[in-house]
């Protein structure tokens, strides 16, 4: 389905024009001659993106702005303002508005499309968390856009061929923000990403041209290629005139492309939207890796739960298939977890399975699995691992767990016991097999149970 544009703009040649244009790119276009129509239309008809003609004969771009970030349906649109040419005036303004992007009208065919096409991508991003919610990031997580800035100060770092020319927009820069701006080389730049480097910059600023030959470009494509540049934001300077080279970083993933001439006020804007983007994106790609985190682990223990045991359990039975080697299965219960919580309090119980995954945490390797199964049940899974180990460590998890009595809320302290049934899985076994080893073991956990408890017991099996 074709990306589709609301352009809003109080001059009818302007709109007949872009919606030859935008129809010859294959997207579809929509058309509103004034502010109040544009925001009844983008709330109706929800655009892809929006080009704002300026001036328009009824609203400020600062009225239509808020209205359109006020409104959750439209708040995340993508904007860009198309400005009268020679006119500082009308950019800073709407830049201070919170566009997203503003132009000189008429604006060069190849970047405007190219700069579409960078927002839309960024959009789309963005649009894989309402995916996979179902609803917005910003309504179910708190993510809205606020005013407030960086908790720590944000980077800006400098890459220029000419050190003079680095310390020139340094000058230019300083004193207007108090984001931190460092000038590099090319090579600090891509050491820092390849050895894993923390404190590399938020955003870079390249130069396009860095060896005449579009050098900038290829640091920036480099970047993104090794993954430390997905968690930055790339700032473009190109020659002045030079579409081609601008429309070309869009393309290559640049998220602002500017010329020298952009100075004083506006850069200190364009930067400050920049970076504003940046901290939503981090958010976004934070929140995304809590539900997926939170999606796998027991929010009690902090140990994975069946969701992920499962599958993992698989992957450790596949491979040990692949090897020709065995891996251990150990189901895990405490001993009359009942009477804890009847005699002193859920709070106690939930208190006693913290330490008790704690402790056999501590006591498993780190390509061990240890996930909560059930109310009191765990699941700990050796990879490569034999029976005489197996039985060594399930031996060492009850004794762990045993020899100190557990700290409840109260200040008093409170035996624990657990019993274990061990199973062993084998190579010729395969990853289809992984249920019935845990039943197995699990069978055995039952024996542990019925011959008195604070025991380990061997599937037959696997004995």
């Keep these: 389905m074709n990306r589709r544009i609301l352009i809003i703009d109080g001059t009818a040649t302007n709109r007949i024009i872009g919606k030859v244009r935008l129809s010859d790119a294959f997207y579809t276009p929509i058309l509103a001659p004034?502010?109040?129509?544009?925001?009844?239309?983008?709330?109706?008809?929800?655009?892809?993106?929006?080009?704002?003609?300026?001036?328009?004969?009824?609203?400020?771009?600062?009225?239509?702005?808020?209205?359109?970030?006020?409104?959750?349906?439209?708040?995340?649109?993508?904007?860009?303002?198309?400005?009268?040419?020679?006119?500082?005036?009308?950019?800073?303004?709407?830049?201070?508005?919170?566009?997203?992007?503003?132009?000189?009208?008429?604006?060069?065919?190849?970047?405007?499309?190219?700069?579409?096409?960078?927002?839309?991508?960024?959009?789309?991003?963005?649009?894989?968390?309402?995916?996979?919610?179902?609803?917005?990031?910003?309504?179910?997580?708190?993510?809205?856009?606020?005013?407030?800035?960086?908790?720590?100060a944000p980077v800006i770092g400098v890459v220029t061929a000419r050190p003079e020319t680095g310390l020139s927009w340094r000058r230019q820069i300083t004193g207007r923000m108090r984001d931190r701006l460092t000038l590099l080389c090319r090579e600090q730049v891509l050491g820092g990403a390849l050895h894993g480097i923390t404190g590399l910059p938020d955003v870079l600023v390249i130069e396009a041209d860095l060896d005449g030959t579009h050098g900038g470009l290829r640091l920036m494509s480099q970047m993104i290629?090794?993954?430390?540049?997905?968690?930055?934001?790339?700032?473009?300077?190109?020659?002045?005139?030079?579409?081609?080279?601008?429309?070309?970083?869009?393309?290559?993933?640049?998220?602002?492309?500017?010329?020298?001439?952009?100075?004083?006020?506006?850069?200190?804007?364009?930067?400050?939207?920049?970076?504003?983007?940046?901290?939503?994106?981090?958010?976004?790609?934070?929140?995304?890796?809590?539900?997926?985190?939170?999606?796998?682990?027991?929010?009690?223990?902090?140990?994975?739960?069946?969701?992920?045991?499962?599958?993992?359990?698989?992957?450790?039975?596949?491979?040990?298939?692949?090897?020709?080697?065995?891996?251990?299965?150990?189901?895990?219960?405490l001993d009359r977890f009942k009477s804890v919580n009847d005699r002193h309090g859920h709070a106690a119980g939930d208190a006693v399975l913290i330490e008790v995954a704690r402790r056999l945490t501590e006591n498993l390797r780190i390509t061990d699995l240890l996930a909560r199964i059930g109310g009191e049940e765990f699941l700990v899974v050796l990879p490569q691992t034999g029976l005489a180990e197996a039985q060594q460590v399930a031996e060492r998890l009850r004794q762990a767990v045993g020899e100190q009595p557990v700290p409840l809320p109260s200040g008093e302290g409170l035996a624990i016991t657990?019993?274990?049934?061990?199973?062993?899985?084998?190579?010729?076994?395969?990853?289809?097999?992984?249920?019935?080893?845990?039943?197995?073991?699990?069978?055995?956990?039952?024996?542990?149970?019925?011959?008195?408890?604070?025991?380990?017991?061997?599937?037959?099996?696997a004995a």
């Design 34 to 152: 004034d502010g109040e129509t544009g925001l009844r239309m983008a709330r109706g008809e929800k655009p892809d993106l929006i080009l704002l003609g300026l001036p328009l004969p009824d609203y400020s771009v600062r009225r239509l702005m808020a209205a359109l970030r006020a409104d959750p349906a439209t708040r995340n649109m993508p904007v860009i303002a198309l400005t009268p040419a020679d006119a500082p005036e009308p950019r800073i303004e709407a830049l201070g508005a919170g566009v997203d992007d503003v132009m000189a009208r008429p604006a060069d065919e190849a970047v405007l499309f190219a700069r579409i096409r960078s927002l839309l991508r960024l959009r789309a991003e963005a649009g894989l968390v309402t995916r996979a919610w179902g609803t917005e990031a910003e309504s179910m997580f708190g993510l809205a856009e606020g005013g407030a800035e960086f908790d720590v």
């Design 418 to 461: 657990v019993s274990i049934g061990v199973a062993i899985g084998s190579s010729a076994q395969g990853a289809g097999d992984c249920t019935a080893t845990v039943e197995q073991a699990d069978r055995a956990l039952m024996s542990s149970k019925t011959a008195g408890r604070n025991l380990v017991t061997l599937s037959r099996s």
């Design 225 to 333: 290629s090794q993954g430390a540049g997905r968690m930055m934001a790339f700032c473009v300077v190109t020659p002045p005139g030079d579409a081609a080279t601008a429309a070309m970083a869009f393309d290559l993933g640049a998220d602002e492309v500017i010329t020298p001439h952009v100075l004083g006020t506006e850069l200190d804007l364009r930067l400050r939207a920049l970076l504003r983007r940046k901290r939503r994106a981090d958010r976004l790609r934070q929140t995304m890796e809590k539900g997926l985190r939170l999606a796998m682990i027991d929010p009690l223990t902090g140990s994975y739960n069946r969701r992920y045991a499962m599958p993992r359990l698989a992957g450790i039975a596949e491979q040990a298939a692949a090897e020709g080697s065995s891996f251990a299965v150990m189901v895990v219960d």
